[in-house]
């Protein structure tokens, strides 16, 4: 797919998610535009293209749509299994040495997409029992994709959903039968705020110990990782701790955040660069 309507649209994309598509991506924006195309009542992809470009701000929630639908929502509870190992044993065994004064931790979840990151998280607090007793415990889960969000709120998830990165045991501890799937349990819920934001504009109010950041900057270009990042530096606790998914890193973007010897994917901010704590 090509032409000056595929063209406009992949900047629209750019401006409003970060999401970069390439001329090698027209198989990926004709099937994921498809089904809103044909909910129009339009002939095809390249009318639907064509509308956008030509429709002004009338056109404003079908081209929220078409961005979001470009979106990839791929999760699964415990992905990659070692960032969630280097939290419950080495990032929140520090802080909760460090916030013994205030006994407060606050999370956050970027990019959350259907909610296993933000609930996988919620366990692995759950799972120090005693430790966080009393504690105010907080996490806050983002996504700019409503429809998503929703989905993860609502922390209803299917066999096949619950079987991609959960142990039977963790399953029946934090989740309830609830028809053909299971549902997150009200204890969990709890610990879960979601909210819809954009990484694109400014980072969330406050200050976060933790900040998972996961699968999704490997769409962005460079300066638009870097602008995240940025931000997200000046967001994070001083002695806090940012998670990147296997294949990012801060390597190249900016020197706000340093490697983590000995701990892949987990970064610290750099000593001096782009802070502000609480
Ligand atoms: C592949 S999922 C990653 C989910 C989860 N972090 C993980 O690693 O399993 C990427 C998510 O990023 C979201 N996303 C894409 N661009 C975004 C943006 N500019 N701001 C916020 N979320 C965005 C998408 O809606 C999608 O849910």
Redesign the pocket.
Known sequence: MTGPDFEHFCRLVKDR???VLTAHKGYLVESRLSPLARAEGLAGVPQLLERLRLGGASVEPLLLRCV?AM??????FF?DGTPFNLLAGRVLPQLVEARAATRTLRIW?????SG??PYSIAILLKEMGGQLAGWRLEIVA????RP?LKKAEEGFYSDFEVRRGLTDARRDRWFVRDGHGWRVSPELRSLVSFRP????SDSLPGVFDVV?C???LI?FDVEQKRAVLQRMARTLAEDGGLFL?SAETVLGVTDAFELTPGASGLFRRASGKAARTA
């Open positions: 998610s970060g999401l979001e979106a990839t929502h791929e999760s699964f992905r979840c970027a990019a959350c997409s296993q990151e983002t996504d700019m994709s998503i934001h954009n990484l694109l998972f996961r699968n999704v769409y998914g």
